[in-house]
């Protein structure tokens, strides 16, 4: 890793932090609505595996998605439109923080179904597979997923067929208030790929070096030798399962003690000892990203709200097997398109301070 | 026009469509080597290679996941449910996936899919696997829910649907397989959404999908013998529902009978009755009838299984009880 490569990574990390603190305080504040998953803590994992992958290849998420846009370069500005609802959201203010989607960067989203995207998952590898090229497919999830039956069935059948997909477990400890422990029989998920013959590895996911070397080479079992992977990383979120969770489930002490480990914070120790930056250069970025995270919510509250018009837009294709002229007494089908949406080319506001 | 089942039609309809796309490929239980738990899918195998015919295991929701997850890439699965009786254990893929992803993405994301197979009762095979599930489909938004009654409407149905960029649930029927029919020799296709009349008649309008549809024309048949004509009014697709030629109908007729395989309560009738009355009220000169099957699971037993499913004469009292005779 080259020195403006870790300086992109930290700043990465730092941004995913400082866009989710302000997220919280606008939720305290009444902007954003619904529900509310903070990924704050587990920064490296996002960051530490995106980072390797190439722009055709593909994504999809868990709920708690808000770091896996930012770390592949989505505009922070879209996203917090998104938060608060706005037509200038990346989706438009249809999903909000569950569902952050940017197709063109190969984002297909955070997913509200706990494990619902794995069987997803598969299928895009399985598109790959059959177009025969080589690109790969990363795959989010919580340790709350693996239990579902949607994770049992999309590994059983990418380790079947050879789809390139690797599945991250990312172990925070907690499927919302319930711990690993009240809910896996086995305690080392990644143990679970065993079952199909997956390869499989425990991560430490608080170091973003670590999570780099290992999803490396998962991405590239996936992208030559067309095997899935199965990865546990363990992490850890500060907050609780949504900004409505108290965390009274775990002590405080239990908190303090992983907050020592703080992956953005160790991961700037080691730049600072390496004598690749000073501790002045990682300030002057901090206060870089408070500006951009203050012109995202700038950027929010003058995009305008949806038109309720819009509330029958993007049901469905406009398409010409379709007898269109009885459809279109339905408004959702009299709103269809035949394209589909760019985000960049979503209404923006006029530009903030210019 | 060349004579066919209902089976050879929809393996037609597959085999040409991916013949002529490379993005089109079927996956399900039993699709390939077995040649199809119901042989729709026979010889595709052999001609299209393991990759666009895949046999999976029993995984329902893997398997509309997949088609799922590849269609957002651009391909054209085609997901064979061996029955949608099986289709309960996939319906978060349909619901919470296939039919939601563009809207949540803001239009970013399409999804053209077909899910296909045999739906409706079969022959005793009891409460399990007897189950018409197109009411649950076609309440939701982003699905487009297709049940054909013809060789000829199956093949230029399932032509459309496979070529739509939607999410199209695509029901059979296992008793209509063996049907037999005219199909047209050359190209065709059926634009989804667009209602058929399948008989003419000035009595008494029949509003009649998939397997029901052979039972209204047994009763069209009964009920012509004492010189009542219905006219037979098949949707072939519930969402989105062609209904102008149904008011059309009931304007002529004055009179309305709903059949459908599926249960009475919320079923698929009361949301054709319900827009009936709306814009046919000052026309009617009676309430509109449904027939369904009995509020209760199938039985297994051939008598109780009889009394269950509407029949050809229960559709004939309806007609008669509409009529006032």
Known sequence: MNREEAFELYRQMALIRRFEERCAQLYVEGKIGGFLHLYIGQEAVAVGAIGLLRPDDYFITSYRDHGYALARGTDPRPLMAELCGKLGGISRGKGGSMHFYDVPRGNFGGDGIVGGHLPIAAGMGYGIRLRGTDQVVLCFFGDGAINEGAFHEALNVSALWGLPVVYIIENNRYGMGTSLDRASSVKDLYQRGSAYGITRRDVNGMDLVEVRNVVGEAIDRARQDKRPTLLEIETYRYRGHSMSDPGKYRTKDEVEQMMKHDPIFQFGKRLIEQERFTQADLDALDKEILLQVDEAVQFSEQSPWPGVATLYEDVYVRSPYINMKAAERDPAWQATMREDRVPEEFPAPAKVGS | ?325
């Open chain 2, 1 to 325: 026009m060349a004579i066919l089942t209902m089976r050879e039609a929809l393996n037609q309809a597959m085999a040409e469509e991916m013949a002529r796309d490379p993005n089109v490929f079927i996956l399900g239980e039993e699709v390939g080597a077995y040649q199809g738990a119901y042989k729709v899918t026979q010889g595709l195998l052999q001609k299209f290679g393991e990759w666009r015919v895949r046999d999976t295991p029993i995984a329902e929701e893997a398997i509309a996941g997949i088609a799922v997850g590849a269609a957002f890439t651009g391909l054209r699965p085609i997901a064979e449910m061996m029955t949608f009786n099986f289709s309960i254990l996939a319906l978060d893929m349909i619901v919470n996936h296939a039919a939601k992803y563009r809207y949540m993405s803001g239009g970013q994301v399409r999804c053209p899919m077909v899910m296909r197979g045999p739906s409706g009762a079969a022959a005793q095979v009891a409460a399990q696997h007897s189950q018409a599930f197109e009411s649950w489909f076609a309440h939701v938004p982003g699905l487009v829910v297709v049940m054909p009654s013809s060789p000829r409407d199956a093949k230029g149905l399932l032509k459309s649907a496979i070529r739509d960029d939607n999410p199209v649930i695509f029901m059979e029927n296992e008793v209509l397989y063996n049907q037999k029919g005219e199909v047209p020799d050359e190209e065709y296709h059926i634009p989804l959404g667009l209602s058929e009349v399948k008989r003419e008649g000035s009595d008494c309008t029949i509003v009649a999908w998939s397997r029901s549809v052979l039972f209204a024309t047994e009763a069209a048949k009964l009920l012509a013998a004492e010189g009542i004509e219905v006219e037979i009014v098949d949707p072939r697709t519930l969402r989105p529902l062609d209904d102008e030629p149904i008011f059309d109908s009931v304007r002529k007729t004055n009179r309305c009978v709903v059949v459908e395989e599926g249960w009475r309560v919320a079923g698929f009738g009361a949301e054709i009755a319900d827009r009936v009355q709306r814009e046919c009220f000052d026309s009617l000169d009676a309430p509109v009838v449904r027939v369904t099957a009995a509020d209760v699971p199938m039985p297994y037993s051939r008598v109780l299984e009889k009394a269950y499913l509407p029949q050809p004469d229960k559709v004939a009292a309806a007609v008669k009880q509409v009529l006032y005779r």
